[in-house]
């Protein structure tokens, strides 16, 4: 079970949402979690898309223009349904505070040099 986190917030141009899109259709290209939901977030969690269908378009992403706090919308998950593994696509604008979920592996992907103070923080090339 796999969850992929994409940042929306105004820091975001539409350039790296639709690279990050890319990302996301690679992972299902090469790793066929059992299971991948799309959340989007914000401040707080935009959109929640469960039982993403490999086989079907990704579904449409928001566009915000606010801020950014990534971690309150992973505590948003319900705690019954924690994946094994989110992996979160930003530019690490966010506060970070702890861990909502200690049990669960982040991967922050990083269109920045910026570094998770928690999880794996993974270089993300941006193209130009």
Not at 52 to 73: I, K, R, S, Y
Not at 103 to 109: E, G, P, V
Request: one cysteine or more.
């Amino acid at each position: 079970h796999v969850t992929v986190l994409l940042d929306v917030s105004g820091s975001i141009p539409a350039s790296e949402l639709a690279d990050a899109r890319g990302h996301v259709l690679q992972l299902l290209e090469q790793v066929s979690p059992t299971r991948l939901d799309l959340l989007t977030a914000d401040t707080r969690l935009v959109q929640l898309d469960r039982e993403v269908d490999p086989q079907d378009t990704l579904p449409p992403t928001p566009v915000t223009h606010g801020g950014t706090n990534l971690e309150a919308a992973l505590a948003e998950l319900d705690a019954d349904d924690v994946p094994d593994v989110c992996i979160v696509i930003t530019d690490g604008m966010t506060p970070y505070t702890t861990n909502p979920w200690p049990d669960m592996a982040i991967y922050w992907l990083m269109s920045t040099d910026t570094v998770a103070p928690y999880g794996r923080t993974i270089p993300l090339p941006v193209a130009s």
